[in-house]
């Protein structure tokens, strides 16, 4: 069974712009989870889509979007980027996203913004 | 309320030797836990989880975790060090939904030759 997929894996981007991240989850799976990961704060949640629609979300302004197809492939969305969003975003999908099932993590895409 | 405190940033082995990475939990019912490992430039690989089944938690390449209600802690050990053991790794400590995880800060386990 194929992993899930994430692209790009590395995107450089300036303040200003925006940037959308893709995400494929293990087939079956539901549930789709986005992290980002930086040296100073380290794993932080962003939010999670189940069968397209948001179904939590964390602590991000706004300027963070996402949304899900029918295929369970999640798109991220951040605009008018700034130096600090740049950070490994980490995708996961599982196959309910309840706290008993297992979230299997894509390799991340790494963005850094000048 | 839930969090995790790991409680060594970096722990540095010899090949051969214990491992031993530690974490302590916090949370306002009974929680899930877990550890994962990440490699250099890969996500994150689940190394084992605890889901109020059995305490002493085996896990995959050897690791192993017992969870300990009464000193909330959730400690990932492995008999022997191996060289492709060295890697960063973090604890999480879950609730009912993905929301409610939250990731200790990490630990980068360093296995000297």
């Known amino acids: 069974k194929a992993g899930v997929t994430q692209t790009p894996r590395y995107l450089i981007k300036t303040r200003g712009q925006q940037v959308t991240l893709s995400c494929s989850p293990i087939?079956?799976?539901?549930?789709v989870s986005w992290y980002q990961q930086t040296p100073g704060q380290g794993l932080q949640f962003l939010f999670e889509?189940?069968?397209?629609?948001?179904?939590n979300k964390g602590n991000f302004p706004g300027r963070f979007s996402g949304r899900q197809f029918s295929n369970s492939r999640s798109e991220m969305n951040v605009s008018t980027l700034e130096l600090g969003d740049s950070a490994l975003y980490l995708c996961a999908s599982s196959f309910t996203g309840t706290a008993y099932n297992e979230q299997f993590f894509g390799p991340g895409t790494r963005l850094t913004v000048l | 309320a839930q969090s995790v405190t790991q409680l060594d940033s970096h722990v540095s082995v010899s090949e051969g030797t214990p491992v031993l990475l530690r974490c302590n939990y916090s949370s306002s019912y009974s929680p899930s836990l877990f550890w994962y490992v990440q490699h250099p430039n890969k996500g994150l690989q689940l190394l084992l989880k605890?889901?109020?089944?059995?305490?002493l938690v085996k896990g995959i390449n050897g690791f192993e975790a017992e969870f300990k209600k009464s000193e909330t802690s959730f400690h990932l050990t492995k008999p022997s060090a191996h060289m492709s053991d060295a890697a960063e790794y973090f604890c999480?400590?879950?609730?009912?939904?993905?929301?409610?995880?939250?990731f200790g800060a990490g630990t980068r386990l360093t296995v000297k030759p």
């Open positions: 999480v400590v879950s609730g009912k939904n993905n929301n409610d995880m939250r």
């Open positions: 605890y889901t109020s089944a059995a305490t």
């Open positions: 087939s079956g799976h539901r549930s």
């Open positions: 889509y189940f069968s397209e629609t948001q179904r």
